[in-house]
DNA sequence: TAAGATCGTTATATCATATAACCATCTACA
DNA sequence: TGTAGATGGTTATATGATATAACGATCTTA
């Protein structure tokens, strides 16, 4: 295998990292992401551009800062995206009457049939992930992850500045 | 307020998108990703190089390609992370004798306290993210991350090919 | 001893994400 | 009413993470 290793016990680990949630949810995260990427690939999607056309599909009439919020995507990052989805023809711009800075965000149907078939294929590879899981497990993941994500902001606090004391 | 919303209900959410375990697992990385790194800033550490020195810490003796291999980074890509770590001062690259292409990687003394500080640091804030949640699902939290990023390189090899062994 | 694999390296490409600055427009309020 | 400040979309740009190709040196193996 690798060398001289014993090949009775791998002895090479990353026990202390595996310590770490982050760490967890960081390795779990590169293991997927590319993967998600090239089951969208086909459909000429990316996981952002997923992501927008399904907010725009479910809630129809968003602001691209509206769809900014929701995603926790930089409105300077979404222009591309949304320009994408356009000229796919998927998405439209319309103008919005009572304030002429903003567009909002409406489905071709073109588009919503585009988000169904990628959706089926994407769930059908986001179910396999989870196949040896059960579905309290499922739940268990998605909750403490949602917790995770709620935690993560607010934990940073008082970090900030501390001399050496570990305190 | 965002406009003229409601404001009895959101109403703009992405429940089709919450339903992905994927999705799920990208925003809380998104959201913890950032903090962790300003949490190892003050160390002159980031993910990589901190993941690195903890597996040098934690197995002296490693080659790069060993580190390569049990943190899933690109052995390109872990030049300058032990560059860095090495001008630190924190591990060293020593030669192995009876094989003179390869570097065994060694923690220094500084480098084994350094990490130890940092290591407190980390663990703090990584604490916080779960500090909502009771081990029993933060247990099942990193056993559900583990499962997935073990399905992940898996689920993929069905369109593709099939019956292909690995090796 | 030659062919192929492995180790570390350089250079490079891609993607994701963040920030600064800008114009047009809207809102609030003195 | 008029102006200061906030907001929506945009451009340009920076940074970081990750992946690939290709190379020289060395090891391994047939």
Redo the contacts with the bound molecule.
């Keep these: 295998m690798?060398?001289g290793t014993p090949d009775t016990a791998p002895a090479v680990r990353d026990a202390d990292l595996r310590r770490l949630v982050g760490y967890n949810i960081?390795r779990a995260s590169?293991a997927v992401m590319?993967a998600v990427?090239r089951v969208l690939k086909p459909y000429g999607l990316?996981?952002?551009s997923y992501s927008v056309l399904s907010v725009v599909v479910e809630t129809p009439g968003l602001?691209?800062?509206d769809v900014s919020d929701v995603l926790a995507?930089?409105?300077?990052?979404l222009?591309q995206i949304?320009d994408g989805l356009e000229k796919a023809g998927w998405i439209t711009?319309r103008r919005v009457d009572?304030?002429?800075?903003?567009?909002e965000l409406h489905p071709t149907l073109a588009g919503r049939a585009h988000y169904t078939e990628a959706r089926g294929a994407l769930e059908a590879f986001d179910a396999k992930l989870t196949a040896s899981l059960g579905d309290a497990a499922v739940a268990a993941l998605i909750d403490g992850l949602n917790a995770v994500e709620g935690a993560g902001p607010e934990a940073e606090e008082k970090e900030a500045q501390r001399g050496t004391a570990t305190s």
Excluded: H, L
Excluded at 98 to 103: I, K, P, T
């Design positions: 690798t060398r960081q590169s590319g990427n990316r996981r952002a602001r691209q800062a995507i930089e409105r300077p990052n222009v949304i711009r009572g304030d002429r800075r903003a567009y």
